[in-house]
């Protein structure tokens, strides 16, 4: 699991989540491990079991109420099991409220940064969250070719001189969409869902042979190019080997993991005279046929099946 600090976060989101830093500021460098959060109000009142410190605590209507209303004795006492807590990253007034005065000195006594916003709850919660998610996904690079094909993300990878990048320009030429070209870059979100990316340098750019490099973008228009794509099917291109046992009718379900995520993979063998755009455009409409229930090669060996088995004959 990646991480990241509290400082980055203040950085990176405080226009878009109307943050400010009201104490801890020597304790930015706290990390966040985690893209869940916490509403600490059991932990507040006095029940701190399975509190999850780990997370940001996020100080809403109701925990911000109670906080004015408990005697300053007891949440004292509350607050100090709360914020003893090494793992705690930094708690989040939300609703633009003032900061109680006893969550104020509590957070500069155990040095955890109290930030507040002025967002509501949900709302702040619903942003935090999907940022968080997209900062701590796990991330691989790897070597290849990322396009949507009739809205599937599309993996191709193969040994270099295959002719990727160059199937890829003919996929883009018959409408369909770019996304990296070299490296892609995969996260694993919430749920096993793969997405993959291109490094910003390569952002719409191919290297060809014998062209070099060309700017698809501008070749072909805003609508050849597309920042992210969902992941949902990996092509391998191999050397033609007549001698290589190959699948003939599809029937055998293959599959490449990636980071922890299994994904439907096609391998298609290269050879002169095979149109590997219009393969893949195939195999991207059939694994959505896939994904609707419907498998053409088991449907086709059951009726073979079928018709293969002897008839009853009919009792007199």
Known sequence: MRSLTVGDLLEERRERLKLELITG????????????????????????????????????????????????KDLAANLEKMLSRPSLPCLVITGDFKPPQALTQSCRKFKVPLLRSGLDTAEFIGELSAWLDDRLAPVLRVHGVLVSVYDLGVLIQGEAG????????ELVKRGHILVADDVVEIRQKYGGVLVGSCPEPLKHYMEVRGLGIIDIKQLFGVGSILNMVQLGLAVRLEHWDPQAAMDRTGLERQAAKIIDVSVPLVRIPVSPGRNLAVLIEVASLNQRLKITGHFSAERFNRSLIARMSPRREPRT
């Open 25 to 72: 500021r020597g304790a930015l460098g706290r990390e966040i491990t985690t893209p869940e959060v916490n509403r600490p109000g059991l932990a507040l009142a006095g029940y701190p079991a399975h509190f999850r410190a780990e997370r940001i605590q996020i100080i809403g209507r109701g925990e911000h109420a109670y906080c004015l209303t408990a005697s300053a």
């Open 162 to 169: 295959l002719g990727k990048s160059e199937c890829a320009l």
